[in-house]
């Protein structure tokens, strides 16, 4: 059963009548004319969350969900990640289902992070760096240690343990570069 409310919408066999889909490139063409729009046009914008959004049937659809159910055939049963952090990628490749716990840990940096790793931070009580991993209801991490960089080994074993390949690439904050932060995408992008 889908996690999604897709339950009652469009099928696979509809979908693929009214728009082509190119897994590798991840872009979506209308098939036929469609309320001024025409056939063998680029489908989609992206919504102010940066996600590929495509209107069939009078209603919103995210692009990664109709790229699974284009390429599988069925929708997905569990959530779609975006397996590099990309939200306006709907590639094949770049997707994969996840469970909740795993599509949020495959997140992007808090803002308010200050060690440059998710789970590691200074405890000014203790003077010390404090490593943590709450899953599932209970800590399977809670540790202080007097280097950062033990603590981020910490962390990064209990991640790989719990959530293996989600668990995507870390690099502190002291070596991100800007352009780590920003995105430069053009019209080229979805041509």
């Not at 975006?82 to 949020?104: F, G, V």
Request: charge should be neutral.
């Amino acid at each position: 059963m889908p996690a999604i409310k897709d339950v009652g919408t469009i099928t696979a066999e509809e979908l693929r009548q009214w728009l082509d889909y190119n897994p590798v490139t991840g872009q979506f063409k209308w098939r036929r004319y469609r309320q001024g729009v025409k056939s063998d046009l680029v489908a989609g914008s992206l919504n102010n969350c940066g996600y590929l959004v495509i209107r069939l049937k009078n209603r919103l659809y995210m692009g990664h969900r109709l790229a699974w159910l284009h390429f599988y055939g069925e929708w997905p049963d569990e959530l779609i990640d975006h397996e590099h952090r990309e939200r306006h990628r709907t590639d094949i490749a770049s997707l994969r289902q996840a469970t909740h716990a795993q599509n949020r840990f495959n997140a992007k940096y808090n803002k308010n992070n200050t060690s440059g790793i998710p789970g590691v931070r200074w405890d000014d009580n203790t003077r010390s760096w404090c490593a943590q991993l709450f899953y599932a209801g209970s800590y399977k991490l809670n540790k202080h240690f007097a280097e950062l960089e033990d603590a981020i080994a910490a962390r990064s074993a209990a991640e790989q343990e719990i959530f293996g390949e989600f668990v995507p690439e870390r690099v502190p904050h002291n070596e991100l570069r800007p352009s780590d932060f920003m995105e430069e995408l053009s019209p080229a992008d979805f041509a």
